[in-house]
């Protein structure tokens, strides 16, 4: 088969690779489409991400959509011929994280396309692909196998969408208009959110979340960083890389956001805000009930 290899900064190369036979647990898929994640321009560009470096050849890419090829003896759930998305993520299924049902924090995370480990784990910009057969997700037979390649940055957007909490009639500013907060801000309008702000410091981005992704205002926050200043404090989804609003900022104990999407809301580790007395909040409801309605005050959350 043939892959897209990183062999270091500007040195990719397609090259052939050998195919393996299957574990019986395991499933080879033909790869349809791959999203280019800001991971593997960073790994093209700079021969790294982070502290990541490319320390020997590395087939690229994460985002990816393909069709079953083969199956191992112990796989029952597809089938050659059937359409998939691919979950890039395998993890180890034993740690306490995973035991627990939180894998997304499993502490030995397998990940496409990464240098995180070593050897490194080569990534799905290949022609065939072999993977554990649960990180293979069916799909219907007419599935657009194009947009099933944004399936994984979409779940981050509706996990950031999720962490928000409820948005029906709500007012949301998403910071950061790239892929991911593309998504994010699409998501928030199926939430319910009535009014979605999209920001960035590119004004291209942000013709795309407005012409193209429903955005109902957009915010050069480059040209003009104060634009939003007078605006009623809505939800803030931030799925970019600055740090989000000091008010808003999440609890200093909590881990930082391994994705490009994190929601500012209050951590969970947070101290919950002090009880006000029965009578208090009856006073309040009431007082709500007979005043006019207004715009939303403060309400409560991410990143190829």
Known sequence: MLAAICHGKKDLRVEARPE????????????????????DMHYYHRGAVGDFAVREPMALGHE????????????????????????????????DYCRAGRMNLCTD???????????????????????????????????????????????????????????????????????????TARCALYAGAIEVVCTDVEDAALAVARDHMGATGTINVARDPDDSA????????????????????????????????AASSRSECCPPAPRRSRSTRCNRARSNLSAPSAPMANSASPST
Do not use: W
Request: charged share 15%; glycine share 12%.
């Open 64 to 95: 990816i959509s393909g069709v079953v090829v083969e199956t191992g003896s112990a796989v029952t759930h597809v089938a050659p011929g059937m359409k998939a998305a691919l979950d890039p993520s395998r993890p180890c299924l034993t740690c």
């Open 20 to 39: 393996r036979t299957l574990a019986p647990d395991e499933v080879r898929v033909g790869v349809a489409y791959g999203g280019i994640c800001g991971s």
């Open 230 to 261: 007078p605006m009623p404090a809505p939800p803030v989804i931030s799925t970019s890389p600055s740090k989000p609003p000091a008010r808003r900022r999440p609890c200093s104990r909590s881990s930082p956001s391994s994705g490009a999407a």
């Open 109 to 183: 995370m397998v990940f496409l396309g990464s240098a995180g480990r070593f050897p490194h784990v080569q990534g799905g910009f290949a022609q065939t692909l072999i993977l554990r057969g649960d990180q293979i997700i069916p799909v219907p037979a007419d599935a657009d196998l194009l947009a099933l390649s944004v399936a994984e940055p979409l779940s981050v957007g509706l996990h950031a969408v999720n962490r928000a909490g409820p948005l029906l009639g709500k007012r949301v500013i998403v910071t950061g208009s790239g892929p991911i907060g593309l998504l």
